[in-house]
């Protein structure tokens, strides 16, 4: 299979990861581990924490040793990443399909940061191997199985940088549903008590919402809308389907319709008499 093939078989978040590998100078060493992760030798991949631990069959009768890892991001700046991305239904739709959002870096650039390392001397690795250059081949073989895990679930890549699948899913679920960052960390007592703060807060909010105490300048001009013709008019029935018609010949649409321009017609007043403060209260 062809190099071209591979490339437009792969996700493109996968392929970016190994576009920075064959960025670097040591093309040989890494060519060396690409044949080790086809032939196998990578015998285990799991995480602990944001470090990926290894096991590659080398030379040798027992499998090397590797680590490695990027800079995971804090608490703070994933919580504003979150709530970045909960901003736009796009980002947990496509995660939440098993997808990478295309633009998903505007959201990490918009917070000052890259979700992709920049070289290579940003993934921080170790082997147990003899060999002191780094990436050896036993690490770049790590590198590249990586792409293929990037792949399969791009929630890897995430953890890398700190959040698991289970804990970002959580985070864009309650941000989209409560419209706040401080869900982030429910089990935090401290957090709670500001999560019921925050809710009594928007509640007085929404009582108070349509009152103003302030008087209106004595220069303001009024005018009153027209009562003649209503957004109502310019858009026409509604589209309801017709029913039976009633005692009064009216269809549902005619009764909504006759119902919504009374009360368009209401609060065009009420808004007039209170430009005007008229009536007091």
């Not at 080398?58 to 504003?80: A, R």
């Not at 036993?138 to 959040?163: M, T």
């Not at 019921?196 to 349509?210: A, E, Y």
């Amino acid at each position: 299979m062809s190099n071209q093939t591979l490339q437009a078989s792969r996700e493109w978040w996968s392929q970016r990861w190994l576009d920075l590998l064959d960025s670097y100078r040591f093309k040989k060493r890494l060519e060396r581990g690409r044949i080790y992760a086809r032939e196998g030798n990578v015998l285990s991949i799991e995480f602990k924490g944001a470090k990926v631990l290894a096991k590659v069959q080398g030379s040798e009768t027992e499998p090397y040793k590797v680590s490695l890892y990027l800079d995971p991001f804090s608490n703070e700046e994933w919580g504003y990443l979150a709530e970045t991305m909960s901003q736009k239904a796009i980002f947990p739709a496509k995660l939440l399909a098993g997808e990478m959002p295309q633009n998903i870096e505007e959201v990490f650039t918009a917070n000052g940061l890259s979700l992709f390392p920049f070289t290579l001397s940003d993934v921080h690795s170790k082997c147990s191997c003899p060999d002191k250059a780094n990436p050896c081949k036993h690490v770049a073989a790590v590198y590249y199985q990586l792409g293929d895990r990037f792949s399969e679930d791009p929630f890897v890549l995430f953890q890398l940088r700190g959040r698991t699948k289970e804990q970002i899913i959580r985070s864009l679920r309650e941000l989209r549903s409560d419209g706040h960052v401080e869900t982030l960390h429910p089990d935090n007592g401290e957090t709670q008590q500001n999560e019921s703060r925050h809710t009594t807060s928007g509640l007085q909010k929404l009582s108070s919402f349509w009152q103003y105490n302030e008087p209106l300048e004595s220069s303001l001009v009024v005018i009153a809308p027209s009562s003649s013709e209503t957004v109502l008019d310019a858009l026409g029935a509604i589209p309801l389907a017709k029913e039976e018609e009633k005692t009064a010949n009216l269809t549902a649409a005619d009764v909504v319709m006759k119902y919504l321009d009374a009360v368009y017609k209401d609060v065009s007043q009420k808004a007039f008499l209170a430009a005007m403060n008229v009536g007091g209260g």
